[in-house]
């Protein structure tokens, strides 16, 4: 519900772009609450969280500096104007310029790159972007899943077709996309090996049910299934345990976009390798449902006000986090 009579809004918005101090570029600042265009819709949001695509962008990764300033964040929970809780679906796309998949879209945008971010008590976003927060799912929760859950969704799903008793690697079990994929892989009753250079995210894996494996590490088994998102680290690991004619899934590469390709292992063991970006609007309601029948819930490593969202981007580049940062902007007097 849009409970406030102000017409400015505190953000997170990115002003400028360095491959090496790329926080100095987010500013946390004043700016208009958005004006809502025919088609689209206001949402009040609650929580929001931190994804390393913000990162990339204040790095000047993917994202053009003509497009700055830009109020960052990507995924979002909130009230719409009805006051009916909601979480946003966050690709601004056309499923007929992607043939039926708005993720092939060529112009598709993810939220913040062509349109403002999360990163604010206000968000405009297209009314077919708005999907009913399930009710057992609490914001925080719900603010989780739109760009990670999401994204490992189609992963497993869509392009592995994993399914009971897949043998999956999961690298950087720390991960958003990782933890997804990992605790999603197990409610499908896929067998799930996960790597970290960390010891405690190792156990937290376990506890959730994969068998740890240090980075690097060999496994008892070659596997069916790798969900790659950490890349260059990785990427020679990930070939070496895939079974002849399995599949890597990647959608990410955190540690570096160049390693060696490995050309001669991938004909000669026939693997598969897709790129995976996003999700589709239905596959992330399928998502929800999933998530809804089986119970699982996504990992938060802690929450955090938007004014603190530099701590936040800096525990990400660190390494520090097991799971999702949170960010709660100011709430409206009364709310
Ligand atoms: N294509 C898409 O639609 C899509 C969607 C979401 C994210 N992504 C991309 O996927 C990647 C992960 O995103 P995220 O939000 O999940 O990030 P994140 O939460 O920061 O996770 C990154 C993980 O990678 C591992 N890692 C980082 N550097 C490493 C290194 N040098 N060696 C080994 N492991 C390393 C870490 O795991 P451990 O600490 O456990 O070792 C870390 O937890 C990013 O590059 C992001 O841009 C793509």
């Known amino acids: 519900m849009v409970g406030d009579d102000r017409e400015g809004m505190l953000t997170a918005t990115a002003v400028s772009q360095s491959a090496t101090d790329p926080l100095s570029g987010l500013v946390l600042t004043d700016a208009p609450i958005p004006e809502v265009r025919p088609g689209w819709a206001l949402v009040r949001i609650v929580a929001t969280s931190l994804n390393m695509h913000d990162l990339w962008t204040l790095r000047g990764v993917g994202h053009a500096p ?31 310029r992607g ?18 971010g999360a ?12 999907i009913p927060k399930p009710a057992d799912l609490s914001f925080d929760e719900a603010a989780c899943l739109p760009v990670a859950w999401g994204t490992a969704y189609r992963m497993l799903f869509t392009l592995a077709q994993i399914r009971p008793g897949t043998r999956v690697l999961v690298q950087g079990a720390g991960g958003g996309v990782a933890s997804a994929a990992i605790k999603l892989a197990l409610a499908a009753g896929a067998e799930v090996y ?25 496994l008892p088994e070659k596997v069916d299934v790798v969900v790659e998102t950490v890349g260059e680290a990785t990427w020679s690991h990930s070939l070496k345990c895939l079974r002849p004619g399995g599949t890597v899934v990647i959608a990410g590469a955190t540690s570096g976009m160049n390693p060696p390709a490995d050309l001669g292992r991938i004909f000669y063991q026939q693997q598969r390798i897709f790129g995976s970006t996003g999700c589709t609007r239905t596959e992330f309601v399928d998502l929800l449902r999933m998530i809804a029948a089986t119970g699982v819930r996504p990992v938060i490593d802690r929450t955090m006000p938007l ?5 936040g981007f800096q525990l990400m580049t660190d390494g520090d986090l097991a799971g999702k940062v949170v960010i709660h902007p100011p709430a409206p007097e009364g709310a």
């Open 66 to 96: 003509e497009d700055l300033p830009r109020v960052l964040g990507c995924d979002a929970a909130g009230y719409d104007a009805d006051g009916n809780p909601v979480v946003v679906y966050p690709i601004i796309a056309s499923t007929d």
């Open 99 to 116: 043939h039926g998949d708005e993720t092939l879209d060529p112009q598709r945008a993810l939220l913040s790159e062509k349109h403002d």
């Open 119 to 130: 990163f604010a008590e206000y968000l405009a976003i297209p009314e077919r972007n708005l």
């Open 194 to 218: 996960a790597t970290s250079r960390s010891a405690e995210k190792l156990e937290l894996a376990e506890s959730w049910g994969a068998r740890g494996v240090e980075s690097g590490g060999r």
């Open 307 to 311: 004014d603190e969202i530099h701590k």
